[in-house]
């Protein structure tokens, strides 16, 4: 019987593309008024990238810049997320709450593992009340290596978990369930690639298909077959 569910955050409980292109735009509108950016803001870039650490997304978006224009560009972006996230121009993506009652009512415990920042993670979990059903909220800038499945890992020791699955959307998601021996949920959402979504055990197009799901795969894990 699966023990937990692993949850990515962006692009899988919280619609990002609610307040991604508002937050880049000011970042970038910020580095115009700098004159340190010429040219539109690198929406189309960012979008293609989504989920991977912040540091390594303003070496992709800007890789003609020093790293204190990065660092400078990454504390004015992070500040406008949690600016946006407070005004409420941000969302959870539909049945978040009620599934998460219903991993919660079978006595499975939620937990989150994301790329993102602590302090941008904890806005999340504190603005929709999200403690509530969670955990614990992880954050990449937990572990050195920057990789998620060490993130997972982590979860796995610290609650001694055997039977968990991963949800999200992007490859390191489900690279992450594979390398600890967890089921792998793909979530056919706004930022996911068909050829990342092949390699998951199971692929939803919404939250609410695991109410279905999770019943089923305890019955197999019961029954051996």
């Given amino acids: 019987m699966l023990q937990s569910l692993i949850f990515d955050m962006d692009g899988t409980l ?5 307040i991604l ?25 960012y979008r293609k990238i989504m989920g991977v650490p912040l540091p390594r997304v303003w070496e992709i978006l800007m890789p003609n810049d020093s790293y204190e224009v990065r660092k400078q560009t990454d ?30 009512a079978n006595n499975c415990s939620i937990y989150i593992a994301s790329n993102g920042l602590s302090e941008y993670l904890n806005a ?12 614990e909220t992880f954050s990449i800038q937990q572990i050195q290596s920057m990789n998620k499945s060490d ?10 978990i055997k039977h968990a699955a991963v949800v999200g959307d992007r490859l390191s998601d489900i690279k992450a369930a594979k390398d600890n021996g967890l089921v792998s949920i793909g979530c056919n959402f706004d930022f996911s690639q068909e050829d990342e979504l092949a390699q998951a055990d199971i692929v939803i197009d919404d939250l609410i298909e695991l109410k279905t799901i999770l019943p089923e795969m305890n019955n197999t894990r019961r029954t051996g077959s």
């Fill in 14 to 18: 919280f619609q990002t593309d609610k």
């Fill in 21 to 45: 292109e508002l937050s880049l735009d000011e970042a970038f509108n910020n580095l115009r008024s700098l004159n340190e950016w010429n040219g539109p803001t690198p929406i189309e870039k």
């Fill in 75 to 104: 504390a004015f972006f992070l500040a406008s997320l949690l600016d946006n996230i407070s005004k409420g121009k941000g969302a959870l993506y539909p049945n978040v709450q009620e599934v998460f009652n219903f991993i919660k």
């Fill in 124 to 135: 999340i979990v504190s603005h929709y009340h999200l403690e509530a059903w969670v955990t």
């Fill in 151 to 160: 993130l997972i890992k982590i979860i796995i020791q610290k609650y001694n």
